[in-house]
């Protein structure tokens, strides 16, 4: 029996002892588990803007990217404004979560589900203007419900459609296209199908419309 | 006593994979190890919660409960004691139903499989097993 307690004992050590190691070292991100892919449905991406725009922006993004969070809070407000609502461009979105991020593929789903309830774009900004998800490493799940409440979505629908990963199939596509293209890190830029090598930032995105529109006329 | 020593082993191994799948849920883990598995999914999804507590934390109390039980019942005084059979055997068919429960929400609603969760599936299941023989073998002694 005494044997008995200190296999026990031998137990209970060792496994407290890992435990307390992984609740101590920064945890380093993982790529996400491998999501079963579904056919493509011939989704090409939310847009925004004019069917007629003379030019289209396909951005690749994370929501897990910190670039990209601070490019959709920082110069896409801008760029709606004096590109997209002017009728210049169309602005293609396509998720590129890196499999360095450990939850970008569970945001991506969560836009994606808002999307089906016709709230893409509002959960695209309470992604990336909440973005301390990113930052924590912590669980975001209840954080994103408490988006999706936040937007109006109806949970019920949103749960449905993030327990049966309803758009994993649509993200994978996404992620194959961009990686087709070329696309090595996000965001990433591709202006009428070439892609962008210029800064991430509206003036530089208006100046390029700006010259390419004039070729237009 | 063999049964009842298994138990303890079982049910210790089984806190502690409880236990890193709370400390994981409540954000001290930053990561799940889990190999090729989905655990990273399935405990992000809704059914990670039942009436607004972690699963895991069910699986802490429900493992601390039956090691508790599975202890003392190891005690000379207590090693005859059918009342702990008894209490080891509903604890344990309890954990049992709720694992039948969740695993069958992996496969069929979630389609998506938590390694950790297997494991803690297993170790219950055998823990179940080991109840009810600890029972029979109880009820059978019993003058």
């Known amino acids: ?11 209970a050590a060792i496994g407290g002892g890992v435990l307390w190691y992984g609740s101590q070292r920064q945890a380093a991100p993982v790529p996400s588990g491998p999501v079963a892919v579904a056919a493509a449905d011939g989704f090409r991406g939310y847009t925004l803007g004019s069917d007629a725009a003379p030019i289209e922006i396909a951005e690749y993004s994370d929501f897990e990217c910190p670039f990209c969070a601070s490019f ?16 210049k461009v169309r602005w293609r979105f396509r998720d590129f979560p890196l499999p360095t991020h450990a939850y970008s593929r569970y945001a991506a789903l969560a836009a994606q589900c808002a999307g089906e309830q016709g709230k893409f774009w509002e959960m695209h900004d309470q992604l990336f203007t909440n973005h301390q998800w990113a930052q924590t490493g912590k669980n975001p799940r209840g954080l994103f419900r408490d988006l999706a409440r936040g937007i109006g979505l109806d949970l019920d629908k949103y749960d449905a459609c993030m327990d049966s990963q309803r758009y994993a199939g649509r993200v ?20 009428n199908g070439r892609p962008y090598q210029g800064r991430s930032a509206s003036d530089d995105f208006k100046a390029l419309v700006d010259s390419l529109t004039k070729k237009h006329k | 006593m063999i049964r009842r ?3 303890v082993l079982l049910t210790l191994v089984g806190l502690l994979v409880a236990t890193y ?9 930053g990561e ?7 655990c990273e999914y399935v405990q992000s999804s809704r059914y990670a919660e039942l009436f607004g507590l972690p699963v895991a934390l ?14 003392a019942g190891l005690q000379p005084r207590f090693a005859a004691d059918r009342r702990v059979s008894v209490l080891l055997a509903a604890f344990a068919t309890v954990g049992f139903g709720l694992t039948l429960y969740l695993t069958a929400i992996e496969l069929f609603v979630l389609h998506a499989i938590c390694r950790w969760c297997v494991a803690s599936a297993v170790i219950m299941t055998a823990t179940w097993l080991l109840s009810i023989a600890d029972l029979r073998r109880a009820r059978a002694t019993t003058p």
């Open chain 1, 172 to 191: 994978q596509a996404s992620v194959q296209e961009g990686e087709a293209r070329g696309v090595k890190g996000t965001p990433s830029f591709y202006v």
């Open chain 2, 58 to 71: 069910y699986g802490v109390a429900g493992y601390a409960a039956l090691l508790a039980l599975g202890l």
């Open chain 2, 21 to 29: 799948l709370w400390l994981y849920k409540i954000g001290v883990l």
């Open chain 1, 1 to 11: 029996m005494k044997g008995f307690y200190l296999l026990l004992v031998a137990v």
């Open chain 1, 72 to 87: 959709a809070t920082v110069q896409m407000p801008v760029i709606r404004t004096q590109l997209i609502a002017t009728g």
């Open chain 2, 32 to 38: 799940l190890k889990c190999g090729t598995g989905s």
């Open chain 2, 5 to 7: 020593q298994a138990i």
